[in-house]
């Protein structure tokens, strides 16, 4: 049997680095990141911390309303994208009876809280912004900024006349099942008392700030706030930058994520001093944004943007399409490692120890070139060699930036390393404490993100309660148990919009949006059939959490846990206990066949109708 330096050399004569000696640096990049506790790295934005998650410095202060006591067709709970697709399918199919509840002061999700400075999709605005050919709407770029992102949720909500549904300011705090009536009774903190048929929970997977688990995070006696919830009225300014409050202050970033890669070069440039304080830095590649051709984009056939979307899912699968529509950072890895196996002889039998090995050399490759680029940018070595990421391109989520690295050439701008175990040691009440070194500042703010990988309970302020006073949470408590990822055993007519057990894509609004126009379906025809009640088997949920386990194998385990600690392997603590919540594994374009499919049937399978 041949060595692996033979393989290597014959696969890849022109190979000019040790692929060896960067596996082995991954894993020790990746050991010195493991908190040998086992502790949770982050704690939940709730009692002391709660005003991090639940202060809206967007809404109006003075908005009241009288409670409400109604009965409607469905309640939609979540007004990001997921609330908003929801919404509009049921619209498409003439479902008109419902209300969308909201905490927030208007529409967007994410996109409503979002407004820190320089904040960006990192999907292409064609594929991400949905309904765009029903809204006649044209992005002004191929990434569009958060201003337009929001303003494009406003869009689709008048468009649909979501308005006149919605209740803002409003947050849930319990959804609970009466057999009697066969309603899904909806309480709020406002003191409503909503009675829905169905209830359709799209609350999101970015919907709750997470904090890091810092000893001493209450102590600080400076300013803080969490990047979703900027503070513009300290900092000055807004999305465009312009933070000249910042001019006399000592300012310390804690996270070095997307929002971080966003951020940080609109603080370094106005703040008097700057400490970023990094666990793990980012895959930073070249944004390249630019504007869109206005001629080329009146001219798109109909149904181009689901064409794109498919298309933009099969390359980042791995399949071989005639032309990558997208071509971006996104699909360059996965269009590489296609090129790479489509230079094997035709009469080859399919190996697969080739293929995960081509595939590990074209993401060495294209992680060199992320390297690369930090050395050709960052002026100082020492800063540079911590700004390097060493892991696989798809441990974390890839960031695009073309300011974020030259940033760290500023005089006021200084990038504290905490890559050990212990990363940042404690907070005290004048500032951040690193390598036994007391950063004295004058705010704090947090670029942690989000809690995706916390339990879905966790997630949410209120509980859902079934048939038999069963709780949701309770059903899942040793992980999610759903037909399709959208409904469960023993929750009647109630659906939910998603990430686990369904198609999972980096495009969520495309994963939303055929989840929503899914969820519609079933509700429009528990109606037309004269149904009060459709519910999953106990049989077919069963089915499904076996099809999803079983899918899932062990390959995409691997991998994650040799990747270096974050929210996609649980920081660092694996998958494999958890593969009951993971997407389907042929993705998310098969799901969507799949769910096509099963509505063609018309035989509603694996659901009881009564």
């Not at 998650?53 to 997921?82: C, K, T």
């Not at 603590?573 to 769910?595: C, D, E, R, V, W």
Request: aromatic fraction near 10%; hydrophobic fraction near 35%; charged fraction near 30%.
């Amino acid at each position: 049997m041949a060595s692996e330096r033979e393989r290597l050399h014959n696969l890849f004569p022109d190979l000019d680095f040790d692929p060896g000696a960067l596996r082995e640096k991954y894993r020790l990049e990746r050991d010195k990141r493991i908190r040998e506790d086992g502790e949770d790295q982050y704690i939940e934005a709730a009692s002391e911390f709660a005003h991090y998650a639940h202060d809206d410095p967007y809404a109006d202060p003075d908005f009241d309303r009288d409670a409400l006591d109604v009965e409607i067709d469905v309640a939609v709970i979540g007004a990001g994208f997921s609330g908003l697709m929801a919404g509009a399918r049921l619209k498409d199919r003439g479902i008109t009876d419902f209300r969308i509840i909201e905490s927030g002061g208007d529409f967007g999700g994410t996109w409503y809280w979002n407004r820190y400075p320089g904040a960006q999709c990192d999907i292409e605005s064609y594929c991400y912004l949905p309904l765009l050919e029903e809204t006649g709407f044209m992005p002004k770029d191929k990434y569009s900024y958060a201003p337009e992102i929001f303003d494009h949720s406003k869009r689709v909500a008048e468009y649909f006349g979501l308005y006149e549904r919605a209740l803002f300011q409003t947050r849930v705090t319990e959804v609970r099942w009466h057999e009697e009536d066969n309603r899904w009774h909806v309480a709020t903190h406002r003191g409503d008392d909503i009675r829905a048929r169905f209830v359709v929970q799209a609350t999101g997977p970015a919907n709750r700030p997470k904090l890091p688990g810092i000893p001493g995070i209450g102590d600080f006696r400076g300013h803080t706030f969490h990047t979703a919830r900027w503070d513009y009225e300290y900092t000055g300014g807004d999305h465009e930058g312009g933070l000249t409050k910042l001019a006399d202050k000592r300012v310390a970033v804690i996270g070095t994520g997307c929002t971080a890669i966003q951020s940080v070069p609109f603080l370094g440039e106005h703040a008097e001093k700057l400490h970023v304080f990094q666990r793990t830095p980012s895959s930073v590649d070249l944004r390249g944004n630019m504007p869109t051709d206005e001629e080329w984009y009146r001219n798109l056939e109909p149904g181009w943007q689901r064409a794109r979307r498919e298309n933009f899912a099969s390359v980042l699968f791995g399949q071989n399409v005639t032309e990558d529509l997208v071509a971006d950072g996104w699909t360059d890895i996965a269009r590489r490692i296609g090129i790479s196996l489509m230079t094997r002889k035709s009469d080859e039998a399919l190996d697969m120890e080739e293929v995960a090995l081509r595939a590990e050399i074209a993401d060495f490759e294209k992680m060199n070139e992320i390297r690369g680029r930090v050395d050709g940018t960052v002026a100082d070595g020492e800063t540079a060699e911590a700004l390097k990421p060493w892991y696989r391109q798809f441990c974390k989520r890839p960031t695009f930036n073309d300011e974020y690295l030259e940033t760290f050439n500023r005089d006021n701008v200084e990038l504290i390393d905490v890559s050990d175990s212990r990363g940042v040691e404690r907070i005290t009440e004048k500032g951040v404490v690193a390598g036994g070194v007391e950063y004295e500042v004058d705010c704090i703010i947090y670029a942690t993100g989000f809690e995706i990988t916390t339990s879905a309970h966790r997630r949410v302020d209120f509980d859902t309660v079934g048939r038999g006073g069963r709780s949701l949470y309770e059903h899942w408590a040793d992980g999610f148990r759903t037909l399709h990822g959208l409904c469960s055993h023993g929750f009647p007519n109630w659906f939910t919009i998603g990430i686990n057990q369904n198609g999972l894509s980096p495009n969520m609004t495309a994963m939303f949006d055929d989840q929503a126009m899914h969820v519609a379906y079933v509700i429009d025809e528990v109606k037309r059939r004269g149904k009060q009640v459709a519910e999953v088997t106990a049989e077919a949920e069963d089915r499904w959490v076996a099809e999803i386990v079983s899918l899932a194998g062990t390959g995409a385990t691997a991998f994650l846990e040799q990747c270096t600690p974050g929210y996609y392997n649980r920081e660092g603590k694996g998958t494999q206990g958890n593969m009951q919540n993971s997407p389907y594994a042929p993705g998310i374009n098969a799901f969507n066949a799949l769910l096509r499919e099963w509505r063609e049937r018309g035989d509603m399978d694996g659901m009881e109708l009564r």
